[in-house]
């Protein structure tokens, strides 16, 4: 069975520019996540949806981020405008309904703001 | 709020040795679920080993145990007979399995290099 699939896996872009990661979960699984890596403040989740509707996004960081499912096989986080702070690895996980599910983890993409 | 906290940065083990990644945790919540994860050099994220509060015996797979002590707040993760690749960052992880949240919360880390 194909894993989480992310793209890019690397991106490069200038300060100010829209950026789009892109995620589609392993089938059959019910929720999904959306991480962010850096070396200051380690994973955090920035947001999460279950049967493709957001639960909590209290951890997207401003109004900039924004992250939708509009199907249960895919999800994008979307940066407008992107600033240098936001360069980070950013992972997509998913998993399926019991709590003792464990997360399944893209390969994730290296974000680098110019 | 739960918080996980990984008090070794980096730790040195030789190989073919067992290792212990030390992790403690803070929660209100009376049942909650234990994760080891392992992230190499690459950047993936591997699943390791998984415990839950109440599990009656402490979690293994393969050459991963975990010392779970419940009433001290901890689950360190012990690797034995180390190889060269297990050099990686290992993240210990937790979720109440009570409430409705779903998503785990991370500890900061800790870098194991395995010597040859």
């Known amino acids: 069975d194909a894993g989480v699939i992310q793209s890019p896996r690397h991106e490069v872009t200038e300060m100010g520019q829209e950026v789009t990661l892109r995620c589609k979960p392993i089938s059959g699984h019910d929720y999904l996540f959306w991480y962010r890596q850096t070396m200051m403040r380690g994973l955090e989740l920035l947001i999460y949806f279950n049967n493709n509707v957001p639960i909590d996004d209290s951890g997207m960081p401003e109004d900039r981020f924004s992250a939708k499912m509009p199907n249960a096989s895919f999800s994008t986080l979307k940066i407008q405008p992107s600033e240098p702070r936001d360069s980070a690895v950013y992972f997509c996980?998913?998993?399926?309904?019991?709590?003792?599910?464990?997360?399944?983890f893209g390969s994730g993409t290296q974000l680098s703001v110019l | 709020a739960q918080k996980i906290t990984q008090t070794q940065p980096g730790m040195f083990v030789q190989e073919k040795e067992a290792v212990t990644l030390d992790c403690t945790y803070d929660?209100?919540?009376?049942?909650?679920?234990l994760f080891w994860y392992k992230q190499p050099s690459s950047g993936e994220m591997i699943f390791l080993i998984y415990q839950g509060s109440y599990d009656q015996q402490n979690a293994t797979e393969g050459r991963y145990s975990l010392n779970f002590q419940k009433a001290r707040k901890s689950a360190n993760l012990v690797i034995s007979a180390s190889q060269l690749g297990d050099s990686a960052m290992y993240f210990c992880a937790m979720r109440d399995l009570l409430g409705s949240a779903r998503q785990l919360t991370f500890g900061s880390g800790t870098q194991l290099t395995v010597l040859p």
């Open positions: 996980a998913s998993s399926r309904q019991g709590k003792r599910e464990k997360l399944f």
């Open positions: 929660t209100s919540d009376p049942s909650y679920g």
